[in-house]
């Protein structure tokens, strides 16, 4: 038996097994199902918010370091004003005016222009938008 539990504005991918099969079944909204099949094994389950948010930082090594931000709100997002920073200087990084973000794209920005270094432990990154609200963090 399966369970599902569904949060309105969140996007689930649920992955399920039939005979051999996986079935994908992708929630967005409220409303709407997808239903897949594919040849694979593993069990998983994968969680994207409905949101501008944290996708992937990596923190070492220093010179290869970086943090990826993907918009996964349903819509284009201006950017402009928006800030990343870490524990010690949360607005560190003001991003310019006019970046715009185009619904499921990806925006990368090196350390090097972040003005704070990742610390490879005990590092939190926070995620604010133009109005100073924490949209998202980040820790490891």
Same mark, same amino acid.
């Given at each position: ?30 409303y709407?199902?997808?239903?897949t ?20 930082v ?12 993907? @918009?996964? +709100? &349903?819509?284009?997002?201006? !950017?402009?004003?928006? %800030?990343?920073?870490?524990? *010690? ?29 990742? @610390?490879? +432990? &005990?590092?939190?990154?926070? !995620?604010?938008?133009? %109005?100073?609200?924490?949209? *998202?963090?980040?820790?490891?």
């Amino acid at each position: 038996m399966v369970v599902l539990v569904f949060f309105e504005k969140m996007l689930f991918k649920i992955h399920l097994f039939s005979m051999r099969k996986k079935f994908t079944i992708v929630f967005i909204g409220c409303y709407s199902l997808l239903l897949t099949s594919c040849k694979t094994d593993p069990v998983d389950i994968i969680y994207e918010p409905r949101k501008v948010y944290i996708e992937i930082v990596v923190a070492t090594p220093t010179a290869d370091e970086y943090v990826t931000l993907k @918009n996964n +709100s &349903g819509s284009e997002r201006d !950017l402009s004003g928006w %800030t990343l920073g870490d524990k *010690d200087d949360p607005d560190a990084f003001k991003m310019p005016n006019g970046m715009m973000l185009m619904n499921g794209a990806r925006r990368s920005f090196p350390g090097s222009s972040l003005g704070f270094q990742i @610390n490879d +432990s &005990g590092e939190k990154i926070y !995620l604010k938008d133009s %109005t100073g609200i924490i949209v *998202d963090t980040w820790s490891n």
